[in-house]
């Protein structure tokens, strides 16, 4: 079995592999990558969170259509430091899984099909109640069309950038409608969430900052996570 801890070359082996394997040529740390990853295993950086951090920058890139060819492990810096402080503060959640997990999780078009449904049912109840105007389950209608309207095939990766942008467009329009005091209670809490960020990069912060205000608008208003991984 591994070491809990892997020593410096074989943590340094396993990440300069998982940015090949994404980069897709042969690649050599330069002295630059081996101080940044020496840097991540003394700072206790798990080597599964850079590998996952790698590969999500890896996906996002491809998701936004950039081309050329990545010349440094910095290129993924923020990306570890971003999954690393969400995960150590606990704000992760379900971890992500790897897209031949993703393979096997339910149909994409029956998952595709429920989260529509879903954002379907929230409206109905918001109508039924009279708490949001109109204008806010009109956006509600607006993602769910945008959920039906997704392709069904193309990679799993591919959908799940889809639904994290139309979540991210959603709960951005649905936080400029609530009303001060609602608001102020999301600040509140993601401001309890964050907690002590002395020492963290402010872009870093300002990540998180988004990703939880994203949960708390959810929570709040009962919307469903745009996501195909559940559990």
């Known amino acids: 079995m591994e070491d809990a801890v892997p020593d410096e070359e074989a943590y340094a082996t396993k990440v300069e592999e998982a940015f090949i394997a994404e980069r897709g040529t042969p690649f050599l740390l330069s002295p630059k990558d081996w101080t940044l990853i020496r840097g991540w295993r003394e700072g206790g950086i798990p080597v599964d969170v850079v590998i996952r951090a ?12 950039q081309a050329g060819k990545i ?3 910095s290129y993924c810096a923020s990306s570890v430091e ?3 402080e969400m995960e150590r503060r606990g704000l992760v959640g379900k971890t992500r899984e790897t897209a031949a997990a993703g393979a096997n999780a339910p149909a994409k078009e029956e998952s595709l099909a429920l989260l529509s449904k879903s954002l379907r049912a929230t409206n109905e109840q918001f109508a039924a109640a009279g708490e949001v105007e109109d204008s806010l389950r ?3 209608e607006k993602a769910a069309a945008k959920i039906e309207a997704m392709p069904r095939e193309g990679p799993f990766e591919e959908s799940e950038e889809r639904l994290a942008a139309i979540e991210a467009s959603l709960v951005k329009a649905a936080f400029s409608r609530l009303g001060p005091k609602q608001k102020e209670l999301i600040e509140s809490r993601v401001t309890a969430d964050l907690g002590d960020v ?3 990069s402010p872009a870093v912060v300002e990540r998180m900052r988004r990703a939880l205000t994203r949960r708390e608008v959810r929570l709040l208003l009962g919307l469903p996570a745009l996501t195909l991984l559940h559990g």
Request: charged letters at 40%; hydrophobic letters at 45%.
């Open 54 to 65: 790698v590969r999500e920058a890896f996906e996002k890139r491809r998701a936004r259509g």
């Open 71 to 73: 010349s440094s492990i």
């Open 82 to 84: 971003e999954l690393w």
């Open 198 to 200: 002395a020492g963290v």
């Open 138 to 140: 009109r956006l509600i």
